[in-house]
């Protein structure tokens, strides 16, 4: 009895101190968790504002001073002009319009905006609202004439008057308003018959620029008012029949009108109300400067003055990538050629400090180096301002830059200067010279990334080194008919080698460490593969490679020969995994001058290297672009393009992916969706002299009343996991997983008219497998295409809200006997459920969904919205086989009951404050984890995280307390010791007794 008693004491004690470590457990978690601080390791945020239109230096003298920008996508923004961070930045709707005008005066921001031109004026030191007004009325343009009016003059649109006053243009009507509250002062109608498209104030007088049409005749009229009523001094009317031509641009240079037409008639029209009679014509002499077969490939002509703020008689005109600086001769009404630059750049002046100066900002290249060169000259006297001029070496290549603003200061009794560019990539960056010290760049600001249209996520290569590669790929390739004795030698020398290379790799590591401890991020694979290489390829005609770890650039190449307006498709040929053979990717676009021409790089994506010329330039133009289901001989996947002509053309093409696409001919369906005549066709490859055309096999007319809004294919690299989905009663519901489906949407009317249709179509026979419509829908629509489901949004203007619908697509409860699908087969149509629900938010702007490595965690579906936020939902939310009565099958099978409303959850929010601004997608990608899906969302700006639907269930967290759990378990060890041993101990004494 003793002894059991000494054992249970001894329990006993092991109880209280087993307890004892699970309370401490349970606290030392809550103590743990994941805080404010912590947020930013596993995202990053990178905030842009698009390519700049107009920008002003802070005119006082301040410390820290400010540069003051208006953008193309609808964004003004104040940026720290020595560090190039963003102060503040305003964001307008896309219904407000474009942001037309910028002004800055007396520390306020004026901007004018939206067809209906609204007037907000800002402070600039923090960017907040003063005061917002608009035109008198709006009146839109009539006559389709002329709709190419409001470009002709875009910066005589407004002007700012002496007495603080803004005048602003909007198509029949003028109207001023006070800089101090923006309250009307007075507005001027012009007539009917006339469309108004510029003003500008000169000699205590606005001038109107109009355009009427008499007698089948076009005359410019210019009207004169008082700048203090508003009334019609006098009007003069001037013919002019080109006015109303495609490319025209005008401008003020001196005092008079000037307006190009073509790439070498100017038309000068004197302003004076005495001397003003016709326009002089005048043409530009232009062969001494450039050959004519590379003039006549112009297509762009503009003139652009020197300086918004003043008006003077020199102008520049840009010719595609030339400019040409000229001089205007008043009395005479000619124009003279002063300065021709043949490399692309621009010219701008600048008056402050009792100078007036002429900046020439150019590309070159000097000593086998690429540099920007700045040149300076006095205004009247065109003289080198030497001590300003200045070259600026650069690492890499930049695009041609467009335009810039220079802020001109005397620091240590030396005249100097910071000159911010904007390049042709949408990149600006600001050029410092201090006396004559040589020029540096001090910041640079990547604003092409603002425009992201094509995104592609690679994976690094392994941590392993391309040496030990090199020696495992020589020590496993001997050839086996060797002796033993020699494969010995062969091993010895092997593990030799290995050790140098270990050796050898210690000392560059530490190397490296040293000389750039903080700046070194591994471009290597990590061990769960979550940090990959993100290929960006923007409007900006500019192609970026990002780490996902950080959002740094890794690399980045302006393209010139591809065209901003096309689409890119960039497809990635062969990965890392295939040693001694790089990295390969392919990247086709429409050519820059001719779009039915067509462009094609092939590249490395980790270094970049194969993008400074194209491999080829090809004379179709291309309508889709796919991967082949083959490979060539260097394990690349081949790219197959279909041209305008209906051809396939392969990269690469030699004989032996020639033979292998004779070999799967049979296997491949082409499809082609068309938004100008509204059709869908089917096509088979068929071989016809040397060359592989399609065959149409099928078409699908959509009806002429409706648009085709959004079509979408199933991912290639999507993997499924279970063909079925066992049910309550465990039997098995089988999905219906056909490769071949295309989704699409169609829209027909607006408003409350309008309707939205749905359709699901097999690719090789053109059968129409599942088709809907909903009325009083409008856009936006999107749609998900996943697996055996199809989720779909709309906008139902009935009730106000954005609709949300879901389609599963089964096969039934047995199972085909097929090794894999196929179209062709005989059977009955697919078993189709289909349930929608609403979601209580407005503004969904894009949907995604997330995909795995292996594709057994949960889907998340990720919706976009307009205020930047990012809602993920689980997929179990978008089940057809939630019902309203819950039976006790669904409850066993986890079915969540019916609700049409779907839930948005605070924590839903996947990007929690780091908005991103005018979503327009998101990218999903797999990681090494299966719990794990990669995440980028691109907008304005662009936001990188990870997301686990799952959570993360193969790896221990990030703050698992290694520490606190092994002293836990020694403690609970030692402790089953100790009282095993006191145990056994007693009991041995009271066997004794």
């Keep these: 009895m003793a002894a059991m008693r000494s054992f249970c004491d001894a329990v006993s004690i092991f109880r209280i101190i087993f307890f004892y470590c ?177 003003a500008w104030n000169y000699n205590n007088k606005i001038h109107l620029f109009s355009v009427k049409i008499m007698s089948d005749k076009s005359y410019v009229s210019i009207s004169y008012l008082d700048p203090e009523t508003g009334n019609v001094i006098e009007s003069i009317d001037v013919e002019a029949d080109w006015i109303l031509n495609d490319h025209i641009s005008c401008e003020i240079v001196s005092s008079c009108l000037i307006c190009i037409s073509s790439r070498t008639e100017v038309f000068v029209l004197n302003l004076k109300p005495e001397i003003l009679s016709t326009f002089s014509k005048n043409s530009l002499d232009l062969k001494y400067f450039i050959e004519d ?89 065109l003289e080198t301002a030497s001590n300003l001029e200045s070259v600026i070496y650069l690492d890499a290549e930049i695009a041609p830059p467009i335009y810039g603003a220079v802020y001109l200061y005397q620091k240590q009794n030396e005249l100097s200067y910071r000159f911010l560019l904007i390049c042709e990539d949408y990149s600006m960056f600001l050029i410092q010279n201090v006396g004559n010290k040589e020029g540096k760049i001090l910041w640079t600001r990547n604003e092409g990334l603002s425009q992201v249209s094509n995104v592609k996520m690679i994976e690094l290569p392994p941590s392993t080194s391309a040496l030990q590669l090199s020696l495992l790929h020589d020590e496993f390739s001997v050839n086996q008919n060797v002796g033993v004795f020699n494969k010995f030698i062969n091993r010895v020398k092997a593990q030799f080698l290995h050790l140098q290379a270990f050796v050898s790799s210690l000392r560059k590591n530490h190397q490296f460490s040293n000389r750039n401890a903080e700046k070194s991020v591994s471009l290597k694979r990590d061990q769960f593969s979550i940090y990959k290489i993100i290929l960006l390829m923007t409007k900006a005609k500019k192609l970026f490679a990002i780490n996902s770890q950080n959002g740094e650039i890794v690399w980045s190449h302006f393209l010139p020969h591809v065209s901003s307006n096309g689409s890119f498709e960039i497809i990635e040929q062969r990965t890392s995994a295939h040693f001694p053979l790089p990295s390969q990717c392919i990247l086709i676009a429409p050519l820059n001058l001719n779009k039915k021409n067509t462009v094609i790089y092939k590249f490395n994506p980790l270094t970049g290297e ?33 041209t305008s002509e209906k051809q396939l053309k392969i990269y690469p093409q ?12 049979d296997s491949i369906y082409i499809y082609l969706a068309n938004q ?27 009806p002429e009343n409706q648009k085709l809004i959004v079509q979408k294919k199933k991912r290639n690299d999507e993997v499924v996991n279970s063909v079925g989905r066992v049910l ?25 008219k309008g309707t939205s249709y749905v359709y699901l179509v097999d690719g090789v026979t053109g059968f129409i497998i599942y088709s809907s419509f909903h009325r009083s829908a409008d856009l936006p629509l999107d749609l998900i295409h996943s697996e055996n489901w199809l989720i779909y949004q709309y906008y139902s203007t009935k009730h106000r809200r954005t609709e949300m619908s879901v389609v599963e697509l089964y096969e039934g409860f047995e199972e085909k006997n097929n090794t894999a699908f196929s179209s062709l087969d005989p059977g009955s149509s697919p078993m189709i459920l289909s349930q929608g629900y609403f979601l209580p938010v407005s503004g969904v702007r894009t949907l995604a969904a997330t995909i795995t490595q292996r594709g057994i965690t949960n889907r998340n579906i990720l919706i976009g919205l307009e205020n930047g936020f990012i809602h993920s939902l689980p997929k179990n939310f978008f089940d057809p086989r939630r019902n309203l009565k819950q039976s006790e099958m669904l409850n066993e099978e986890g079915v969540l009951p019916y609700s049409p409303e779907l839930p948005v959850s605070p924590k839903g929010f996947i990007n929690y ?58 403690l609970l060890i030692f402790s089953s010791l100790i009282c095993g041993k006191m145990a056994f101990i007693k009991s041995l004494r009271m066997t004794w007794q």
């Design 293 to 381: 077969s590379e003039f006549e490939k112009v297509e762009n002509f503009q003139i652009i003055p020197l300086s918004l703020e003043k008006v003077s008689d020199k102008a520049c005109i840009k010719l595609g990538k030339y400019s040409v600086l000229f001089k205007l001769n008043v009395d005479l009404l000619g124009v003279q050629v002063v300065k021709f630059l043949k490399t692309p750049g621009f010219f701008m002046s600048i008056d402050v400090l009792s100078k007036k100066l002429i900046f020439e900002i150019s590309e070159s290249v000097l000593k086998n180096q690429p540099c920007l060169k700045v040149n300076v000259f006095e205004y009247n006297t």
């Design 654 to 665: 030699n004989s032996y992916t020639i033979n292998k696409l004779k070999s799967h001919m």
């Design 676 to 702: 100008t005549t509204n059709t869908f066709i089917g096509y088979k490859i068929k071989e016809t002299h040397s060359n592989f055309e399609l065959n149409e096999v099928w078409s699908i007319f959509i």
């Design 913 to 970: 404050n780091m908005t991103v601004e005018k979503i327009r997608g998101i990218h999903t990608a797999s990681a090494g984890l299966e719990s794990t899906s990669l995440v980028l969302a691109y907008g304005l700006d662009l936001y990188f995280t990870r997301v686990m639907p799952s959570r993360m269930f193969d790896v221990l967290k990030e703050d698992f307390d290694y520490i606190f759990i092994s002293g836990v378990l020694s």
């Design 610 to 642: 194969g993008l400074k010329e194209p491999v080829s330039i090809e004379s179709y133009e291309y309508l889709q672009v796919a991967e082949l289901p083959f490979e060539d001989d260097k394990s690349a996947k081949v790219v197959g393009v279909v």
């Design 22 to 198: 699970i309370v401490n457990i349970f606290f030392i978690q809550l103590s743990f968790g994941l805080y404010e601080d912590q947020v930013g390791l596993f995202d990053w945020r990178h905030k842009y504002i698009g390519k700049a239109k107009y920008v002003y230096f802070e005119t006082n003298h301040s410390r820290n001073q400010r540069a003051y920008v208006s953008t193309e996508s609808n964004v003004i923004a104040a940026i720290n002009a020595k560090t190039g961070h963003l102060l503040w930045r305003k964001v307008f709707a896309d219904d407000d319009g474009d942001v037309a005008m910028l002004f800055y005066k007396s520390n306020v921001l004026i901007t004018i905006s939206g067809s209906s031109k609204i007037i907000r004026s800002w402070n600039s030191k923090n960017g907040h609202l003063i005061w917002e007004s608009g035109v008198h009325k709006f009146i839109p343009l009539v006559d389709s004439r002329f709709k190419n009016l409001p470009n002709i003059m875009k910066n005589h649109q407004a002007t700012i008057l002496e007495d603080e006053s803004l005048l602003v243009v909007s198509n029949q009507q003028i109207c001023v308003v006070s800089l101090n509250d923006g309250s009307e002062i007075w507005h001027y109608d012009v007539s009917e018959s006339s469309q108004l498209f510029g």
């Design 728 to 752: 309550g009663d465990h039997s098995v519901l089988y999905k219906y997983l056909n490769p071949n489906l295309i989704a699409f949407m169609t829209q027909q009317g607006s408003g409350v």
